[in-house]
């Protein structure tokens, strides 16, 4: 099993900046893509980003530019960095990790925009 916690979340104007984390625990062995995405009221949940164990990275078209996704693989640490931010970018942002064949998310950390 593998634990997300995600951190970083908070309530932020249009054109800050927000730094999100996720810390893996538990059989942290092997996991390989870790990524973010999103959910915003009375949507889907999307992708934002992932990155693989040797640091590739993809991000959804509309957000490139404005977010980065990084990895400490020492500290099971993935990161988010959103700048830029826009009332459309409010969301619960859940992270995710990719173990062999299963997929892992945490509970996700609220992100809100104000205009």
């Known amino acids: 099993q593998v634990q997300l916690v995600e951190s970083g979340g908070g309530l932020v104007q249009a054109g800050g900046s927000l730094r999100l984390s996720c810390a893996a625990s538990?059989?942290?062995?092997?996991?390989?893509?870790m990524g973010w995405y999103r959910q915003a009221p009375g949507k889907q949940r999307e992708l934002v980003a992932t990155?693989?164990?040797?640091?590739?990275?993809n991000y959804v078209d509309s957000l490139k530019g404005r977010f980065t996704i990084s990895r400490d693989n020492a500290k099971n640490t993935v990161y988010l960095q959103m700048n830029s931010l826009k009332p459309e970018d409010t969301a619960v942002y859940y992270c995710?990790?990719?173990?062999?064949?299963?997929?892992?998310w945490g509970k996700g950390t609220l992100v809100t925009v104000s205009s």
């Open positions: 995710n990790a990719h173990r062999r064949v299963m997929d892992y």
């Open positions: 990155i693989t164990s040797g640091g590739s990275t």
């Open positions: 538990g059989s942290i062995f092997s996991i390989g893509t």
